[in-house]
């Protein structure tokens, strides 16, 4: 059956979808058109600064007020560094440092690079207390497992981001820090009473909304005694109550993805899950990364069907369409300047090679650095992520005995929201060696032959999870002078005998640089 054109059009005007590739399809143009809220970009569709610039001005050719949104929060997850690390260190490095100040100046930063690229709506900053120290998809995301320290986070990533002229959008609500499973894969459960959470998780949200954040991002968590079975996107009582009512916004409640099991699994479907969220509250829903013409027809579908059958009231439709053009206008940026601010290695391979350094060329090579121009690292930009970067990284023991070492870099995961982005020391070593193993307790030998009389410096993100990992540290510091730089969620845990142990809260290519630096092994 045909969707009335005018239920069709509020429908869109609530919804973010996605596309593939460098050059936004024709269908993307076209729903624009009809009133797409706007687009959302994933790593797929970033490959350089101009691209990027000349991909936001196609779609604001479309449409002036479109809502062109990205994952920018520095550190473990970026977009637009997603080929080489971020320039910037994320919030945990960041919440370590223990500078608001310096939190607004790197977001302030972010913003900028951003507002050059033409995107004007970040889905950041995470401001989740990371109170599980296990969970798998929050970690060094977040500034904290101290609610007043990232709610005073909050405020300064909120002002720093937004004084670009980019919204903001702080997330998750109504707190995923005390999760140990990830929404993507699941519906996590924060089994917590009302008066735990207000103490706990809340802080934050009340400090970003009394900063003025234009737009809060809800969880797919359940908190059986606020959401009941469901998540708190599709609660009421989570959007319009708690955030809406008691903490006192007016801006935009975004969804977070639809696609993801926590959403989706829970409704039964995305077009299910768009209505349930509406009707509980929410104001502009993301899709997802995964998104054609077809599956965006249908969400709209779906919600048009539901203002005739009771499932969602067509006034609530429409206070989100406005709130969502409203935001749209917020948000409008100048003409982007698409100046590259985009920094990448301090080295090209070129230089490497010349240099002998086959290896290394090859890290750099696989860090996207082939597009870099000499001294991009110098640029002011990436100086303050290295810095911030410094004053966020803890650094135990000595490099005394760590000259010219072997850099093992053990494998790892990473989450559906990082992705796969490249980290370790590898583009920033002036003379060592760096090798990848997966780490386990028959590779000790290996490593060791490898070595030769040089010390080891092990690489690794949550070395602590992993009883191998953790076993080969140790033997390998039995035999020879050891150093660890651990680049995830840090933990109590210290093996015995290592001369140093560096904590850098991220993953970063800022994180990296000023771990290399502390070690003495920077170029």
Not at 80 to 102: E, I, M, Q, V
Not at 304 to 324: I, K, N
Request: glycine share 10%; hydrophobic share 50%.
């Amino acid at each position: 059956m045909a969707i009335d054109p005018g239920l069709r059009r509020l429908a869109l005007r609530t919804l973010l979808a996605a596309f593939p590739g460098a050059e936004a399809p024709q269908w993307a143009g076209d729903l624009l058109l009809d009133g797409l809220a706007g687009h959302t970009l994933f790593g797929g569709n970033v490959v350089e600064p101009g691209q990027v610039t000349r991909l936001t001005a196609q779609l604001r050719g479309a449409r002036a007020d479109v809502l062109i949104a990205i994952d920018e929060e520095g550190g473990d997850v970026t977009r637009l560094g997603h080929r080489t690390g971020s320039a910037y260190p994320g919030n945990a490095a960041l919440g370590a440092a223990g500078d608001p100040d310096l939190t607004r100046r790197v977001y302030a930063a972010i913003g900028a690079d951003l507002a050059a690229a033409g995107i004007n709506l970040d889905l950041a900053p995470t401001v989740d207390v990371n109170t599980a120290s296990e969970n798998p998809i929050i970690g060094t995301r977040s500034f904290g497992a101290d609610p007043s320290l990232v709610a005073r986070h909050t405020a300064a990533a909120v002002t720093g981001l937004q004084s670009s002229g980019v919204a903001a959008c702080a997330k998750h609500f109504p707190g995923h820090g005390a999760t140990v499973s990830d929404s993507h894969l699941e519906l996590p459960t924060v089994d917590v009473p009302l008066s735990l959470l207000r103490e706990r998780d809340l802080p934050p949200f009340a400090a970003a909304v009394q900063a003025g954040v234009r737009a809060v991002m809800s969880a797919h968590i359940r908190v059986p005694e606020l959401t009941g079975d469901g998540p708190a996107t599709f609660s009421r009582a989570a959007l319009a109550g708690l955030l809406r009512d008691e903490l006192g916004f007016r801006g935009v409640i975004v969804t977070d993805a639809l696609e993801m099991r926590g959403a989706a699994g829970a409704a039964g479907s995305i077009p299910r899950a768009a209505v349930a969220a509406l009707a509980a509250g929410a104001d502009l829903l993301c899709i997802g990364a995964v998104v054609d013409l077809e599956l965006v027809e249908a969400v709209a579908a779906e919600i048009a069907a539901a203002t005739g059958d009771g499932r969602l009231p067509l006034a609530r439709l429409e206070d989100a369409a406005a709130r969502t053009a409203a935001l749209a206008v917020a948000s409008t940026l100048p003409a982007p300047t698409g100046e590259d601010r985009t920094p990448v290695d301090i080295r090209t391979a070129k230089d490497v090679l010349a240099a002998g350094d086959a290896l290394a060329a090859g890290a750099i090579l696989a860090a996207g650095a082939v597009l870099a121009a000499e001294g991009r690292m110098n640029r002011p930009d990436f100086e303050l992520g290295v810095e911030a970067a410094r004053q966020g990284m803890r650094f135990e023991g000595s490099d005394d005995e760590l000259r010219d070492p072997l850099v093992v870099r053990f494998v790892a995961g990473y989450s559906i929201a990082e992705g796969k982005v490249p980290w370790g020391l590898a583009p920033h070593l002036a003379t060592a060696e760096e090798i990848e193993v997966v780490a386990t307790e028959t590779t000790a030998e290996s490593i060791t032959e490898r070595a030769g009389d040089r010390p080891i410096v092990v690489v690794g993100r949550r070395i602590h999870s992993s009883p191998a990992a953790r076993t080969l540290v140790e033997k390998l510091a039995a035999d020879r002078p050891v150093g660890v730089v651990e680049m995830g969620w840090p933990s109590p845990w210290r093996p015995s005998g290592v001369q140093a142990f560096v904590i850098t809260h991220g993953a970063s290519l800022a994180n990296s640089r000023a771990a290399a630096e502390a070690l003495g092994l920077a170029g």
